[in-house]
Every structure is written in structure tokens, then in C-alpha cells.
């Protein structure tokens, strides 16, 4: 028979408070380890990296996220290199989490695999399900994005501040508005825009 933790990795239908004991550790040690993460200082650098790499499942080698951070198990969550969020970000991981590298978050960015019954009765019982979410290589969420469960965003998206993505976003666009939709496609003429801007800045650098 599976385990509640096996279910709810698995994106099936369990039970929270079965007293799993495994679970139940996991869940603890999350809280530990955000109690610790959460308290250090600007100076910490090191151990924060450390922190990191002990509480989340899978990381690069470079990566940086503002406290406070908050999640429910931390080992569910995967990073690629360069991982960069932002202040308050949130990240409730009953199932995967996985990002990949030079993705970066805005402030107060929430990543929701959490879900529950619609059915009230069955809610109100306690069972619990979830959704792994999945987000691309280069990514960039805005201040206050929210991503609901099940979803998946494409690399090198742009998500507009304050969406709430409740779909699969396509790679190579840009989204917007709740529920977030496609605005439109990202260019050549946007990276010939940008390369421009970027040159004219290592330009006056240089002197």
C-alpha cells in the first residue's frame, strides 16, 4: 500500500492528517530549516547557499533566494543555476516543483501545486490533492504572480506582474492579466532592441 507521501508526490488523493509519520518528519524539518533560513542575516551569504542546497531537493550551484521564503516540504522543489526569487516568495510543494536555470521571480511570486475537492463535504474532510508545476529555463515572473496547480510555463517567457496562471504557457511569449493569457510572441526585433540597449551600457562602462 502506498504511502500518504507516495500519494501526494504522485498527485493522488491523501490524507494530510493521517499521522504518516514520514510525513510528518519531512514536514517538521521544512519548518526547521525555513525558521533558519529565514533569520539570517545579509551577511550569511554561505550559509544560506548551504541552507539551500540542504532543504530543497535539487539546486545549481548558484543560487539566491530573498528572505523570508516559505514552503511546505522544500524537498519537492527542484532549481537550475542561477535561480534568483525575490522577497516573500512562496512555493507549496506536495508535488514537484521544477525550475529550471537563469529563471528569476519578482517579489511575492507563489508557486500553488496545493489542491483541494471541490465537493465541500469531501474538503472539509481533510483529504487533500495536487499538481506539479514545471517552469522553463530564462524565465522571468513578475511581482505577485501566482501559479495554480498542473501548470507549465515554456523558456524564455515573460509573465506580467500580478497574472494569475491557471494554464500552460507556451515558450517564447508573453503573458499577462487573470486568468493570464498570451499578449503576444517575443521577437527578433525585441532581442535586436535589447542587444542595442545592452551595448550602448558596456559602451559608457568602458568609457
Same mark, same amino acid.
Given at each position: 500500500?502506498?504511502?500518504?507521501?507516495?500519494?501526494?508526490?504522485?498527485?493522488?488523493?491523501?490524507?494530510?492528517?493521517?499521522?504518516?509519520?514520514?510525513?510528518?518528519?519531512?514536514?517538521?524539518?521544512?519548518?526547521?530549516?525555513?525558521?533558519?533560513?529565514?533569520?539570517?542575516?545579509?551577511?550569511?551569504?554561505?550559509?544560506?547557499?548551504?541552507?539551500?542546497?540542504?532543504? $530543497?531537493?535539487?539546486?545549481?550551484?548558484?543560487?539566491?533566494?530573498?528572505? =523570508? @521564503?516559505?514552503?511546505?516540504?522544500?524537498?519537492?522543489?527542484?532549481?537550475?543555476?542561477? @535561480?534568483?526569487?525575490? @522577497?516573500?516568495?512562496?512555493?507549496?510543494?506536495?508535488?514537484?516543483?521544477?525550475?529550471?536555470?537563469?529563471?528569476? @521571480?519578482?517579489?511575492?511570486?507563489?508557486?500553488?501545486?496545493?489542491?483541494?475537492?471541490?465537493?465541500?463535504?469531501?474538503?472539509?474532510?481533510? $483529504?487533500?490533492?495536487?499538481?506539479?508545476?514545471?517552469?522553463? =529555463?530564462?524565465?522571468?515572473?513578475?511581482?505577485?504572480?501566482?501559479?495554480?496547480?498542473?501548470?507549465?510555463?515554456?523558456?524564455?517567457?515573460?509573465?506580467?506582474?500580478?497574472?494569475?496562471?491557471?494554464?500552460?504557457?507556451?515558450? =517564447?511569449?508573453?503573458?499577462?492579466?487573470?486568468?493570464?493569457?498570451?499578449?503576444?510572441?517575443?521577437?527578433?526585433?525585441?532581442?535586436?532592441?535589447?542587444?542595442?540597449?545592452?551595448?550602448?551600457?558596456? =559602451?559608457?562602462?568602458?568609457?
Amino acid at each position: 500500500m502506498k504511502t500518504q507521501r507516495e500519494r501526494m508526490i504522485n498527485g493522488e488523493i491523501y490524507y494530510p492528517g493521517s499521522g504518516d509519520s514520514e510525513l510528518r518528519h519531512l514536514f517538521m524539518e521544512s519548518r526547521r530549516l525555513m525558521r533558519e533560513y529565514n533569520q539570517t542575516s545579509e551577511l550569511d551569504g554561505k550559509k544560506r547557499t548551504q541552507l539551500l542546497k540542504k532543504w $530543497l531537493g535539487k539546486t545549481g550551484d548558484k543560487i539566491y533566494i530573498e528572505p =523570508n @521564503f516559505k514552503c511546505d516540504y522544500g524537498s519537492n522543489i527542484s532549481v537550475g543555476e542561477k @535561480f534568483y526569487a525575490n @522577497f516573500d516568495c512562496i512555493m507549496l510543494d506536495v508535488c514537484p516543483i521544477t525550475i529550471g536555470d537563469y529563471t528569476m @521571480f519578482g517579489p511575492r511570486v507563489s508557486l500553488l501545486t496545493a489542491s483541494h475537492p471541490i465537493d465541500a463535504d469531501i474538503r472539509t474532510s481533510g $483529504l487533500e490533492i495536487g499538481s506539479p508545476i514545471k517552469i522553463g =529555463n530564462q524565465v522571468w515572473l513578475g511581482g505577485g504572480v501566482i501559479v495554480n496547480p498542473g501548470v507549465t510555463i515554456g523558456d524564455n517567457c515573460v509573465i506580467g506582474s500580478g497574472s494569475v496562471v491557471t494554464k500552460d504557457i507556451p515558450a =517564447n511569449t508573453i503573458a499577462a492579466g487573470n486568468p493570464c493569457r498570451v499578449i503576444r510572441d517575443i521577437t527578433e526585433e525585441d532581442k535586436k532592441y535589447w542587444e542595442e540597449k545592452a551595448q550602448i551600457y558596456w =559602451n559608457e562602462v568602458k568609457g
